[in-house]
């Protein structure tokens, strides 16, 4: 496993979008670079968010991929919710997704970009449990 301090290469960045055949928006390849994954409390909101070889191993075997190919997960809340990215979006937007949901319908907006995300997480908000559709 990766340890969560170093950042991730280019080029494992890009080996992951290569294989999951989506572009990672700048501001969380940005991310990656720098840390690579996270785990750690946000006021009452825990957040996982995987190493690169975690995305890519993760989305691979999770099976989701063959219905909704546009999902891809890049952490969770340590439960039974992913926190993904939506690529019918462009740019891609951070959602909310049970693990075993494969219906669209039960996806929940979390921000319009990783950015606001981790600056809503940052500030300590609560994730969004309702909202509709993403």
Known sequence: MTDLDAGATESAI???EN???????DDYRT???SENGLAKWFGDVYLSLYTIEQ???LN??????????????IGSDGGGEA????FRQNPPTVILVNLVSTDWSEAILQAESFTEF?????????????????
């Open 83 to 86: 926190i993904a990215f939506d």
């Open 60 to 73: 691979e075997i999770h099976g989701h991929l063959a219905h909704q190919p546009e999902l891809i997960h």
């Open 19 to 25: 294989r999951l055949r989506q572009r990672f928006p």
């Open 118 to 134: 981790m600056d809503r997480r940052r500030r300590g908000e609560e994730l969004r449990w309702r909202g509709g559709g993403a």
């Open 55 to 57: 995305v890519i191993e």
């Open 31 to 33: 991310f990656l670079r």
């Open 14 to 16: 890009e080996a992951a």
